[in-house]
């Protein structure tokens, strides 16, 4: 196998990796939707990404039985609005509080997007190294 072929396997592969993921949040934003407790939470810490320089937000909320649960969103990044302090809409399924995102358009938009977009990305080229053999 040459090393174009492992790129453009690589690349199909990370593409449906990305668009399964993007199908998994959809299919989790549909059920939080529907079944989803909504709840308000608080922006009680920022968290130093082990990946990168960016401060995470870390989330607060109580859930039905008063317990406090605490979560990380999965969209994060400037611009979003998670700010120390702040109050955001947040939503979670009943039996599982850690699967709680936080409840804007921009939260529920940006992760999705950016699955689909990396997804077709990947694809792209993928076809873009095949067809350019």
Same mark, same amino acid.
């Given at each position: 196998m040459t090393g174009e072929a492992i790129g453009v396997g690589l690349c199909v592969f990370a593409g449906l990796l990305c668009l399964w993921a993007g199908v998994r949040e959809v299919r989790l934003q549909a059920r939080l939707r529907r079944? $989803?407790?909504?709840?308000? $939470?608080?922006? #009680? =810490?920022?968290? &130093? @990404?082990?990946? =990168? =320089?960016? *401060? +995470?937000?870390?989330?607060?909320f109580t859930d039905r039985q008063g317990r406090s649960v605490r979560f990380t969103p999965a969209a994060t990044g400037t611009g979003l609005g998670l700010d120390l302090g702040a109050h955001v809409p947040v939503v979670y399924l009943p039996e599982q509080p850690e699967s709680a995102r936080v409840s804007t358009r921009?939260?529920?938009?940006?992760? +999705? #997007?950016? &699955?689909? +977009?990396? $997804?077709? *990305?990947? &694809? $792209? @080229? !993928?076809?873009? !190294? !095949?067809? +350019?053999?």
């Open positions: 079944y $989803g407790v909504p709840v308000e $939470g608080v922006v #009680v =810490d920022q968290e &130093l @990404a082990p990946s =990168d =320089d960016l *401060l +995470t937000p870390v989330i607060e921009k939260h529920r938009r940006s992760r +999705t #997007v950016g &699955l689909f +977009t990396g $997804g077709m *990305l990947f &694809l $792209g @080229a !993928a076809v873009l !190294a !095949a067809l +350019t053999r």
